[in-house]
């Protein structure tokens, strides 16, 4: 994210957790708690809120879709997919199913 004053000047990056309308939450490292202290150099590692328009580009891994896997390679259901996803441990259980079953 650019320095707060800067012309598309990047400092450091941060880890997207969430975005919502204007604004994006990120965990941020080297950068300072709220809006004093050094933002590009600060103390520690933070969760903060930024305005959109600050962040210049982003990036998303391809994530395997464990779910279609283990649906294709089972012939379950939607109904029984949707059971086991709604377990509290559920899409790290068709993770590792899809994994056992490859």
Known sequence: MPES?????TDHC???ESVSGQYVTAIEG???NGNTGSQSNGDGVYRRKRKLSLVLGAY???????????QKRTGLE???MDYLAA?????DLIRKLAAAMG
């Open 5 to 9: 004053g800067t012309s598309y000047k």
């Open 78 to 80: 939607d109904k029984t």
């Open 87 to 91: 377990y509290k441990y559920g899409s």
């Open 14 to 16: 941060g880890i997207c």
């Open 60 to 70: 998303r891994p391809k994530y395997e879709d464990y779910r279609a896997q283990l």
């Open 30 to 32: 080297n950068t300072s």
